[in-house]
Each structure stands twice: as C-alpha cells, then as structure tokens.
C-alpha cells in the first residue's frame, strides 16, 4: 500500500479521482492530509514514482505491512500524545492509576489525591463498565463522568475513561481527556471510526485474545479517520494459565514498539487480577521498553465494586511507585 502526502493547499478529491483514473484503489480520509491507495493499478503496474509528481502530492511512501499508517515506515517520528500535562511516548515514563470504576465522588476524591501525590498525571476510572455479568455494577455512567473531572481537576490531573459504545463515547468526549476503548471492544469496528472521529486521544487496549496484527489493524481504524493519537496498551491475553487472571504478554511491548511508532502502555492489573503481581510486573514493563503503565488503586480495595482484588490500596500505591521511579531512572527516563 502507499501513503500519499498531500500538500496544505492541495485538493484531495481531485487527487483521489487522477488516481482512480490510474486504476488504484483509493481511501480518503475524512479528516488529515494522507491518502492510502495500493501500491500497483490491476495490470500490476507499481506506480510510486509517477504518483509523487501529481500536482499536490508532496511524498509517497510504501508500506508493506497492513496497518499502513501505524507502521513504523509511514513517519520517522515516534508519535507522541500530549494529554494533560503528561506526553505519551516521549520520554516521560507515564502512569495513568485510579479505580476500576468510578463509584462515589469521595472515594474517587481521595484516589485523585493519591494517585497525584506519588507522581500519575492522569486518573482512570470507569464510569461506563463493561462486565461479564448483567447484574454486576454497571458504573455511574454520565453523574461518573462529572465526578472524575471533578476529582481530576482538584489534583491537576487528567482523565483517561472507557467507552463502550457510540452514545457513550459522544457523553463522556464531552467531559474527559482521553477514551479508552477496552479489551472487549478492540474490533468493535464501528466505535474504533467513531473514537477516530472524536478528535480525542485514544488509549487502544488489546483484546483478550487478539494478535498483535489485529491489534494494530484496530489502531489502524482510528488512524485512517485522520486522528493520529493512539496510545496501546497490553493488558494479559487469555493462555491455558488459571493462576493469573490473564497472562501478560512483554514481548508484544517490544514487538510493537519496533513494528509501530505508536507509544505502548501496559496495565499490569488486569494483565494478572493479583495486587501482589502489580508492582513486579509493572517494573518489568518498564524495562522492557513501556511508554507508560495504567494501574488500578482504590483507597479501600475491599470494599470496591469491581476488581478489588487486583487493586492496590494507597500505601501499596506508594510502594509502587517508588519502584517504578527507581527503575523508569535506570532506563533513562523521568517520571
Ligand atoms: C478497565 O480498564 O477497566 C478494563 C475493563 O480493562 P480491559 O478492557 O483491559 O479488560
Ligand atoms: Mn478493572
């Protein structure tokens, strides 16, 4: 496939339709400068070089791979998200922490203030939750959302949450800093254009038993709408294993960070469902090359709604985050 560089000026329908008329297959975005086309008409003729010299073509690169835009060939900078004071992928070590699910303003209030004391930049928490039973919490949905910029505001924090469908993404862009999309949802293909659409940084968990293609092929929805800050994040793929909650897979973090230029974070919680597991494996991200981590903590794990047995409470919070200041310094970069 090949990524043309359009330039500020340049008519892009206009060079869409010269490239029909060549025979190729073309994909307009609805937002940016960069038309996808194959890389050679039906006779099999390879175009590259005729179609960097279209009036308004500013540069044409191949791709190989099928995540075109998120591959590594399709721009030399890494990309870098800035949401909030933190800049993903940078080199910044990132931590994103909070509840699992926004539960009640005072909870979320002293999470905020935990979580901001020991150095996160953004505060996570569910107000939309995705569970595996109709009769568990379901979240606070829209009151959710008012509470976690509430709390995040009070500790200069942002907001990172979960949508789970289109009318949640609409409610909650409205109030936050950046959607996650979760496991469950990664080839929701409809709700990856509409999170592409949004304009908001995306934080794209990997699904529970997608590969690392697929994964990318996800981002990939999002990039093609035009919206280029897509942070990843590895959070355990279902294996045999029962011991842990799923099992965290390290090589993909250094996998995708060679075939994407896309920053990766990881999240240790529901990559293990054991608090006891968070703080080792956090640290081992880190080394292995993670732009961030997403943790769960909740000031009174016991009583939390939902995966109180993977959060930490704030003393353990602390603890961690001692850990991953010592080790984000050993490899060079500053949290
Ligand atoms: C979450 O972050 O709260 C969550 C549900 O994560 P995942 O989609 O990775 O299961
Ligand atoms: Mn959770």
Not at 86 to 110: F, H, Q, R
Not at 142 to 149: A, R, V
Request: with cysteine; aromatic share 4%; proline share 4%.
């Amino acid at each position: 496939m090949l990524i043309l560089e359009t330039k500020a000026e340049s008519n892009m329908l206009e060079i869409g339709r010269v490239l029909n008329g060549l025979g190729l297959e073309v994909y307009l975005p609805s937002k940016g400068r960069r038309i996808i086309c194959t890389a050679q008409n039906q006779a099999g003729a390879k175009t590259a070089e005729v179609l960097a010299r279209i009036p308004g073509v500013h540069r044409v690169r191949e791709v190989k791979q099928p995540y075109v835009l998120a591959a590594r060939e399709a721009q030399e900078k890494e990309t870098v998200v800035h949401v909030g004071r933190a800049a993903i992928g940078s080199n910044e070590m990132v931590i994103m922490a909070g509840p699992c699910a926004v539960e009640d303003y005072d909870l979320l209030l002293s999470a905020a203030a935990t979580v901001a004391k020991h150095g996160a930049k953004l505060l996570r928490g569910g107000a939309y939750k995705p569970r595996t039973s109709p009769y568990s919490f379901q979240g606070l949905e829209k009151e959710g959302l008012k509470y976690l910029t509430k709390a995040a505001r009070a500790h200069n924090l942002a907001v990172v949450t979960e949508v789970v469908d289109q009318e949640s993404l609409e409610e909650a862009a409205e109030y936050v800093d950046m959607l996650q999309i979760g496991s469950r949802n990664m080839q929701n293909f409809r709700l990856l254009q509409a999170a592409g659409r949004s304009g908001k940084p995306i934080l794209l968990k990997r699904g529970l038993s997608a590969t690392v293609e697929e994964w990318l092929m996800a981002a990939e929805y999002i990039l093609s709408e035009g919206n280029e800050n897509v942070v990843l994040c590895e959070r355990g793929i279902r294996t045999y294993e029962q011991a842990t909650r799923n099992t965290l897979d390290l090589s993909a973090v250094a996998l995708v960070k060679s075939l994407s230029h896309l920053p990766v974070i990881v999240d240790p919680s529901h990559a293990t469902g054991r608090a006891q597991l968070v703080t080792p494996m956090s640290k081992a991200a880190i080394a292995a090359g993670a732009d961030g981590i997403i943790v769960e903590m909740h000031p009174d794990p016991f009583r939390a709604l939902c995966d109180g047995q993977q959060s930490l409470d704030s003393g353990e919070y602390a603890d961690l985050m001692r850990e991953v200041k010592a080790i984000s310094k050993a490899m060079g970069r500053a949290v």
